[in-house]
């Protein structure tokens, strides 16, 4: 018998679910910004106890995606916060990184999985689904990231990239969503051909102008 002291498993997987309901809510809209948050509210709409909601409502607090002061108020963040100027100069240098990294590794399934992702992607702008047009960008420039191999870059993007999606919600609402497929067309072709000075300089342009272009 294994004779060491373990302490109970909790349920972390009602909060992850918890936090990952209400924060896909609060990037698509569902949940706009100024919402107040009830964690009794909330666990009634999820079927489950406050516990897991305020453990998720923390979380979403320190990604910038939820205001809370203490005995005050618990709200969704707006839209322009200095929370999404800071994570959009994060996301945009570990996108640079990882294609600068992605370049000498990109082999031709690589390029036709971003060009079948890109075709999705105008797909669904011409169709007016955003939440396709969100799926497809990412696939795309997950391709770059998965080749850069890099952990903590896939990790951190994964956290702070959120921030962002709600600006890219607007974005691919509007006719300024033919603007990326141009420019994820550029990309590509920088990658095929493996410039990696203009696929460094698409894919800054990509995310300097989610806010310039708003």
């Known amino acids: 018998m294994l004779d060491v002291s ?3 498993i909790t349920r972390p997987l009602l909060r992850d679910e918890a936090y990952d309901r209400i924060r896909h809510a609060i990037v698509d809209g ?5 919402t107040p948050l009830r964690d009794a509210d909330l666990a009634d709409q999820l079927g489950l106890s406050k516990a897991p909601v305020r453990q998720a409502l923390l979380r979403l607090a320190d990604d910038g995606l939820v205001d809370s002061k203490p005995q005050s108020y618990t ?3 707006e839209v322009m916060s200095p929370d999404v100027l800071d994570a ?3 996301v945009r240098l570990l996108h640079e990184f990882a294609v600068r990294q992605a370049v000498p590794k990109c082999r031709r399934e690589d390029i036709a999985e971003m060009r079948a992702a890109n075709d999705r992607f105008a797909a669904a702008i011409e169709a007016r689904d955003v939440a396709a047009a ?6 795309l420039h997950d391709v770059p990231v998965r080749l850069a191999g890099n952990a903590a870059v896939a990790a951190t993007l994964d956290r702070y990239t959120p921030l962002l999606r709600r600006l ?3 974005r691919f609402s509007s006719a300024l969503a033919w603007n990326s497929v141009e420019r994820h067309t550029k990309l590509i072709d920088a990658l095929e051909k493996r410039d990696t000075g203009t696929a460094v300089a698409v894919i800054s ?5 989610l806010l310039e272009e708003l």
Do not use: F
């Not at 569902?30 to 100024?34: A, K």
């Not at 969100?134 to 696939?139: F, L, T």
């Open 6 to 8: 373990l302490s109970k």
């Open 30 to 34: 569902t949940l706009p910004p100024g």
């Open 75 to 77: 709200r969704v963040s």
């Open 88 to 90: 959009r100069e994060i």
């Open 134 to 139: 969100v799926k497809a960008d990412d696939e």
């Open 168 to 170: 890219e919600h607007a």
């Open 205 to 209: 342009t990509i995310w300097t102008d």
